[in-house]
């Protein structure tokens, strides 16, 4: 639980907001507005404790096989690796656009060939994926992400300004990458789809390998007491150390999974519409600032919140 | 139902299963072309049989993390490694997967088909791989990458859902452990095509939808025991329906 409060603890100390608060003038409005996004944060993390006390309560085993909760077919698997693809792939670009001109241009090469390789592997999983929902009968074009993801909620502050928090941002995304992957396994073989478990398997790998890869870095760069493997519960945002199953999930030879809805709701910050994003790297001027309405859906489809995640459904 | 009837059910059903693989019709073609020196140890060490279900994949991933547990103790042993780093990463590998190793002796139980010293190792094999620092790491590499394919491959077999949870949460580890050491290596984190034991037209379609750089393919159980007897590690006999 301890990772959550931390997340919540981010948010509310957000170096960020007291800057902004700052620099501008102190309306009435504004104080208002910083007062809401605190309650905000103290709802969401209020929310987190009581879903995983009933987590929890279901991660129990269930005999004879031990179950990851929540059936979900595997268009619904691909739908949802697709939302945190494109999540990921947006990620990654305004990365690169900051290496270019904005906080991240200063950083070490090795860095730099890092965001540009990891990135072309997530654009290369959007497009896959979305060729894959497409023979599934679904429409990838109706998966969206906010046009200004409010990516502050990762670490409570602009993630792109410098590459120490960026690492870290990013450590976080690719390793709860994986644990997502991972808590689709028992969906899939289930459904008895194989190709697409075989698809959910040969990604899942590659995130295991980015998340290596970043952690690495921070180690050899930034000389972070950190490893490619996961040696603490608390260098992740999900629940690493399940309880309940015959796999030691505390011991770093193993690593966790997050179910759908796990993930969701840590991503629900990210992709929540109430949250204004008071990050300087808004790439372009939009009228969503941060959130996605009906008007973002295409012809056809309509929005539909999902946990914490949005969809726009056929 | 009568035994007998019971029987030739399971037999076809397992057929079938082979069937989907393409393996039936090669299998006894494939006996055959085992490397000779494999197929010559008969008297003194145990032939490994891996069956086409669950418990032949789980016993065949105790093989491999029993090479790459013995690899590691290996390595460190040979003090040819000797940045403090390099060290500490092969020392911690070897526990994860000496960690592995036991959880799937207990997973397996009785129904394990090899111990620990039925393996028997070739020196000249392993010392070949143990010659110096690059070669240390580069092995290293080899052998995770092969850890990740291999459990890959063994995704779509696997029928019982436990063990699908606990093989993703091995492979995942094994990704980890290939990225790290290919990072201290200076290498890309990721698989390059020309780099891959397997290249792209013997890779078996139907459990390979994706493929490239970006994605990590799944090996077929032979393709596996092809790429580990080329390493030369050990004596022991391989076969089963599982890897014909």
Redesign the interface.
């Known amino acids: 639980m301890a990772i959550f409060s931390n997340f919540a603890v981010n948010q509310a100390t957000n170096p960020m907001q007291s800057h902004f608060q700052f620099s501008s003038t102190k309306s009435l409005e504004q104080v208002s507005t910083r007062t809401l996004s605190l309650i905000a944060s103290a709802a969401f993390f209020l929310l987190f404790l009581v879903l995983f006390s009933f987590i929890s309560l279901f991660t129990t085993p269930i005999t004879p096989a031990y179950a990851q909760t929540a059936t979900l077919t595997p268009q619904q698997v691909v739908e949802y690796a697709l939302t945190l693809e494109k999540l990921e792939d947006d990620f990654y670009r305004r990365a690169v656009r900051a290496t270019q001109n904005g906080g991240l241009k200063n950083a070490p090469k090795l860095a730099k060939d890092v965001i540009a390789n990891y990135g072309r592997d997530e654009a290369q999983h959007v497009v896959d994926l979305s060729a894959v929902l497409t023979s599934l009968g679904g429409n990838p074009a109706a998966i969206t992400i906010p046009a200004n993801p409010n990516y502050t909620a990762i670490k409570g502050r602009n993630p792109f300004a410098n590459i120490k928090d960026f690492l870290l941002a990013l450590q976080y995304v690719e390793d709860l990458g994986v644990s997502a992957y991972k808590g689709q396994v028992q969906n899939l073989q289930a459904s008895g789809n194989d190709t697409i478990l075989a698809g959910a398997l040969e990604i899942h790998t590659i995130e295991a390998r980015h998340a290596a890869g970043i952690r690495y870095l921070r180690q050899e760069l930034l000389d972070a007491d950190i490893r490619p493997w996961i040696r603490r519960a608390n260098e992740v945002v999900y629940n690493e150390n399940k309880k309940g199953f015959p796999i030691d999930f505390a011991d770093a030879a193993f690593d966790g999974f997050s179910t759908r809805d796990e993930v969701l709701a840590l991503v629900g910050p990210i992709l929540n519409p109430t949250s204004t994003q008071r990050s300087g790297e808004r790439s372009s001027p939009s009228a969503l600032e941060g959130s996605i309405t009906q008007e973002d859906c295409p012809a056809g489809t309509t929005l539909e919140l999902v946990s914490g995640g949005y969809i726009c459904k056929p | 139902m009568t035994l007998q009837t019971e029987l030739t059910e399971k037999a076809v059903a397992s057929r079938r299963k082979l069937l989907k693989w393409g393996l039936l019709g090669v299998g006894a073609a494939v006996l055959a072309t085992v490397p000779k020196p494999l197929m010559a140890q008969t008297s003194s060490s145990l032939t490994l049989t891996f069956n086409a279900n669950d418990i032949g994949i789980l016993n065949f991933a105790l093989l491999l993390e029993e090479l790459e547990s013995a690899f590691y103790v290996a390595a460190v042993k040979s003090g040819k490694v000797r940045d403090p780093q390099e060290r500490e ?1 092969l020392r ?1 590998l070897g ?3 000496a ?2 190793v036991t ?1 799937l002796r207990k ?1 397996l139980g009785s129904n394990v088909i090899f111990q620990t010293n039925d393996l028997s190792f070739r020196r000249s094999g392993l010392n070949a791989l143990l010659k110096d620092r690059d070669t240390i790491l580069k092995t290293a590499v080899s052998l995770e990458d092969t850890g ?1 394919h291999a459990y ?1 491959g063994a ?2 077999l ?5 063990y ?3 093989a ?13 050491v290919r ?2 290596l200076k290498r ?3 698989e390059l095509d020309r780099e891959r034991s397997v290249s792209n037209a013997n890779l078996d379609p ?5 493929k ?7 090996y077929t159980p032979k393709q596996i025991v092809q790429i580990v007897g080329s390493l030369k590690l050990i004596n022991n006999p391989i076969n089963g329906a599982l890897v014909s």
């Open positions: 990463y911690v526990i994860h997967e960690t592995h959880f997973v990740v890959n995704g779509t696997l029928t019982d859902p436990t699908i949870l606990a993703g949460s091995i492979v995942s580890v094994e990704a980890r452990h290939a990225a790290g990072a201290l890309p984190v990721t139907s459990i390979n939808p994706l490239g750089r970006a994605y990590d393919e799944l």
